[in-house]
């Protein structure tokens, strides 16, 4: 099974994938279904979760029915339990960049939200731009979500302050990346060309860097505010086994 995925990853076109995937989930959901692993976005429960990587497959973290990630199962833990994104009154403006498709219904039905997507390429994006050259007002946001986008961007620090204007004073975006947390400095080199060789030093055949922990201190120079939120340590570990989260993994909560 870990080939089969590997091999539809690195070689089916993402937007591919997003459609197919809506065929796929509802097969996959029947198949799996157990006790052993829940999905805290759904609620639904598994005997297993399936694997997902470009490079090396990691076992147990793609749910079989929204196909969320490690990633998107701890931010939506997040703001369920320690913020009001779901429950405020109070109808807020939210940006999402890339949507994924976990979110993308469930936001789309929230009535207190004013929900626009933005990407270059997904087919879930309501306005087509480019991150480094936003078509928006500046302090137009109150919440904006770029997950796993800025490792993809050759000149992040533009996308950054773009970023930045476009988010309110008082504001909350959440800019999850591929981080190595062992690595002080953030390494890139444009001198590797070959996909296979990019898979294997950034982690995917598309990613230009790898981030390390200096990649909160970079957000705090273009203005934010950071709050590096280790909400795994939050939680029981029983509950961390339970949803398949990434132990360790931190949540760059930013504010301007």
Same mark, same amino acid.
């Given at each position: ?154 000149? &992040?620090?533009? #996308? ?5 204007? /476009?988010? =309110? ?7 999850? *990346? @591929? ?50 939120? &280790?909400?795994? #340590? ?5 509950? /961390?086994? =339970? ?7 931190? *949540? @760059?909560?930013?504010?301007?």
């Amino acid at each position: 099974m870990k080939r089969i995925f590997k091999f539809i990853l690195n070689t089916i076109p993402r937007p591919i994938l997003i459609r197919l995937s809506i065929v796929v989930r509802p097969i996959l959901a029947f198949l799996l279904k157990g006790n052993r692993f829940t999905d805290p976005i759904d609620g639904k429960s598994f005997r297993m979760f399936l694997p997902y990587g470009y490079g090396s497959q990691r076992n147990n973290v793609l749910s079989p029915s929204t196909l969320s990630l490690e990633r998107h199962r701890l931010l939506w833990l997040y703001l369920q339990n320690e913020t009001d994104f779901f429950t405020s009154k109070e109808k807020k403006k939210v940006l999402h960049f890339a949507p994924e498709q976990e979110f993308y219904k469930r936001f789309k039905k929230q009535t207190n939200i004013e929900y626009t997507t933005t990407d270059l390429l997904s087919p879930l994006a309501d306005v087509k731009a480019d991150i480094c050259n936003l078509p928006f007002e500046e302090n137009s946001y109150d919440i904006i979500f770029c997950n796993h986008v800025l490792e993809h961007i050759p000149d &992040d620090t533009k #996308a950054m302050q773009e970023l930045y204007r /476009v988010l =309110k004073p008082g504001g909350m975006g959440v800019f999850q *990346i @591929p981080q190595d947390l062992s690595r002080a400095t953030t390494f890139s080199d444009d001198s590797i060309v070959d996909q296979k060789e990019r898979a294997k030093i950034f982690g995917q055949y598309d990613h230009v860097r790898v981030y390390g922990r200096d990649y909160f201190d970079k957000l705090r120079s273009i203005g934010f505010t950071v709050v590096e939120e &280790d909400y795994t #340590a939050k939680l029981t570990p029983q509950l /961390v086994e =339970k949803y398949c989260l990434a132990n360790g993994e931190i *949540i @760059p909560v930013c504010f301007k």
